[in-house]
């Protein structure tokens, strides 16, 4: 992880350690907590991705707890464990950027959880990083394998939540992934974030996940999904 704290002359310093270390996690202490702070700071980064979903269908969604009737608007919007995962699994071009602003932390749980993709690929064994690089899985309408390697240079999608939603998973297919889940719950490290924290990280070469926290904690984060630039 690099870290920073935040001032007006942070930018150069973030973009290029997001392009040298593009597998580290970029945090920024202090960050002002202003949406137009927030998408002027992350527009030098990326292209934002507008959703419906988001406030205004803006660039920025609100990960908070949120009831529609009796269930929740999304996973994001409930308090539940969120296993590890890319975002936008089902989207055919997956944007290579999540950034995450803390607004309030919850005083309990709620902890972000990484995995390294390479550090994946170096504990992998064989016969199933080969499957996880040739099989293609259904991610809502879009097919394709969980681990790529394009031009010497691995990405990772992966969403059980998105798998199982769409597909009914073979025993053998289900044997699988629960042997990969097993080994990002050993190579998982947590992160936790305070009120004014932003983090930013690659989408497809971590994955990103989250411990459950109370019902009632007003934990609220601000996310923005990019696509990269180049
Ligand atoms: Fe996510």
């Known amino acids: 992880m690099t870290k920073y704290i935040y001032h007006k002359e942070i930018l150069p310093s973030v973009l290029e350690s997001l392009q040298r270390f593009p597998e580290e996690i970029a945090l920024i202490e202090g960050f002002p907590s202003q949406d137009y702070v ?29 009831h529609k009737e009796a269930h929740f608007s999304s996973y994001a919007n409930s308090n539940l464990f969120f296993p590890v995962h890319t975002d936008c699994s089902n989207y055919k071009e997956i944007p290579e950027y999540v950034a995450l602003l803390c607004v309030t932390p919850s005083i309990e749980g709620g902890e972000s959880l990484f995995v390294k993709l390479s550090e994946l690929i170096q504990e992998l064994p064989k016969p199933l990083l080969a499957i996880l690089t040739q099989k ?23 969403n059980r939540i998105t798998m199982e939603s769409y597909t009914d998973l073979t025993q053998d297919e289900l044997h699988i992934l629960n042997e990969f889940d097993d080994l990002c719950r ?41 696509y990269s630039k180049n």
Do not use: M
């Not at 991610?139 to 992966?158: A, D, E, H, T, W």
């Open 186 to 226: 050993k190579l998982t490290f947590t992160l936790s974030l305070k009120a004014n924290d932003l983090i930013i990280f690659r989408n497809d070469l971590l994955l990103h996940g989250r411990t459950d926290f109370p019902l009632h904690a007003h934990r609220v984060l601000k996310r923005v999904r990019l």
């Open 136 to 158: 293609h899985w259904a991610f809502g309408n879009v097919y394709r394998p969980v681990i790529s390697l394009i031009q010497g240079k691995y990405s990772i999608c992966y």
């Open 38 to 66: 927030l998408n002027d700071f992350l527009s030098h980064i990326g292209n934002a991705v507008h959703e419906h979903l988001n406030e205004d269908s803006g660039s920025i969604f609100k990960v908070q707890v949120h």
